[in-house]
């Protein structure tokens, strides 16, 4: 991409790949870049649509931080506090990121550290595209990197280099009066930036069309108490937008903007739609101990960052005595899943198999189950150990109960037991499961505790199982 500059010569602005394979860098004059590359392909740079792409970008962003802000021109923060293990943890979620660039045809690299100005620095310097730097590592990380990569003024690096100083390193090693009083101190800034010592707050982009309200304060809030009443009237404003437009909230983000304008922020998901404002109140109301409002938080926004239709519902009457009621879990999984993390809590659905750790699966909180049942006929125990854990056994073979057996150091004498409930294999799988047996055994010690006990093998044809132990399931 070209410009004109200064009214006389095009100069690139932009080049892919390819083109910095080939030697040619932003700043270098046209002439020069055709000069070197004979059927250069040359298109018009567009600064106000770059901006406008950008800005979408950083949008689309929202799917994985509600804080997200343009970097122009080529970069967009993303503030991944409290949201990375949602997506599998910090290295997962920038793979994730840049293969879905990658496959609209974007080319990048993404780095996450303590600081805005380290992982500036190292996403566009770094060898690797996704670089993740560990908590408190972040002047470790920049200490080889250029001094360009504290975002400093081009005269201000030719400074540097003339003095010797390429490395950030170095820089951190100089004394800080005579750098002030020679480059200003715009460079001591971007340098405590990147290392910590200086703020550098994000201004992240919300899109026009989702449901939001904001509340400013004449007076700092501090206590739980008074955050608690606030995040109710952004309920209550904002259930009020989502019925107006027929919808229901699905992901709401609340950002409290800080006197120290940082900013903090709580993400909460809904298993429905839903538009309750006392629910959504008291969903985000118990994570309030996550916040921390420092000198206090001069304003709150509530943004629905996700909707979904929501039909208006006849409410619901209560039937003397509660018979034949249908009871709403949705507020139930929406408080579990923010107290114990989404991941947690999931419904556990039955599977065609009569191999026990392949008979289930897990499935959303409010999946509908179909025509899935339970089979009926020997029970199973709560609790499967993944995987079964090996015991001691004294036992006779071939179709006794086991005696006694230790487990973890303990030996527990059984009392009763009931079995064997012989499982074959699933031949189809692999060789290994074509003649595999295993004998099952519900037994009980004599403290009450209830164990299912297996032994691979039938005692008979040594190919069915080594006759070994193990213990995979407490009742």
């Known amino acids: 991409m070209t410009r004109a500059h200064d009214g006389r010569r095009l100069t690139v602005v932009a080049a892919n790949r390819a083109a910095h394979v080939l030697g040619l860098r932003p700043g270098m004059p046209l002439a020069h870049a055709q000069a070197m590359v004979p059927g250069l392909e040359v298109a ?7 901006a406008d792409a950008l800005a979408d970008v950083a949008a689309w ?4 931080s509600p804080l997200t802000a343009p970097d122009p021109p080529d970069g967009i923060w993303l503030d991944v ?6 997506h599998g943890g910090e290295e997962a979620m920038l793979k994730d990121l840049l293969g879905r660039l990658g496959r609209s045809g974007v080319t990048a690299s993404a780095a996450v550290a303590d600081t805005p100005g380290a992982a500036w620095a190292v996403a566009r310097h770094a060898r690797d595209p996704v670089t993740v730097v560990p908590p408190g590592g972040q002047a470790d990380a920049i200490a080889l990197l250029p001094v360009a990569a504290l975002r400093l003024p081009g005269e201000t690096v030719a400074g540097l280099r003339r003095l010797g ?7 951190v090693s100089t004394p800080r009066g005579p750098l002030a009083r020679r480059f200003g101190a715009e460079a001591l800034r971007r340098l405590d930036q990147a290392l910590g010592s200086a703020p550098e707050p994000i201004t992240p982009v919300v899109p026009p069309e989702a449901v939001q309200h904001t509340l400013a304060f004449r007076e700092p809030l501090l206590t739980a108490e008074a955050l608690r009443l606030a995040i109710g009237g952004l309920a209550e404003a904002v259930c009020a937008g989502l019925e107006r437009a ?6 709401l983000d609340l950002l409290f903007e800080r006197v120290d304008d940082a900013t903090k ?7 429905r739609p839903t538009r309750d404002p006392r629910h959504l109140a008291r969903l985000l109301g118990e994570r309030l101990e996550e916040v921390d409002p420092g000198f206090g938080v001069a304003a ?22 509660g018979a034949g009621a249908e009871v709403d879990l949705a507020p139930l999984v929406d408080r579990l899943a923010a107290r114990f993390g989404a991941a947690r809590v999931f419904h556990v659905l039955p599977v065609e198999s009569d191999v026990p750790e392949r008979s289930a699966r897990r499935a959303p909180p409010l999946a509908d189950p179909g025509h899935a049942v339970w089979p009926s006929g020997l029970p199973r125990p709560v609790r499967l150990l993944a995987p079964p854990q090996p015991v001691e056994v004294l036992s006779v073979l071939p179709d006794q109960p086991p005696a006694a057996f230790s487990w973890r150091r303990v030996r527990h004498r059984v009392r009763r037991a009931d079995g064997p409930e012989r499982i074959a294999g699933e031949w189809w799988r692999r060789d290994g499961e074509r003649r595999a047996v295993r004998d099952y055994w519900a037994v009980e010690d004599e ?3 209830r164990f299912w006990l297996f032994r691979r093998g039938d005692g008979a044809d040594p190919a069915t199982g080594d006759l070994t132990w193990f213990l995979h399931g407490i009742f």
Do not use: F, N, S, W
Request: hydrophobic letters at 50%.
């Open 81 to 86: 506090t409290g949201c990375a293990h949602l």
């Open 165 to 171: 100083l390429d490395l950030i390193g170095q820089l």
């Open 44 to 50: 018009v740079a567009d600064p106000e649509g770059d």
């Open 61 to 64: 962003c929202l799917r994985y």
């Open 265 to 271: 922020v709580l993400r909460a998901g809904t298993a």
């Open 300 to 321: 709150m926004r509530l943004v629905v960052a996700l909707a979904e239709p929501l039909a208006p519902a006849q409410a619901a009457v209560p039937l003397a005595g």
């Open 246 to 251: 027929g919808l229901g909230a699905r992901r």
């Open 447 to 449: 403290a009450g505790q």
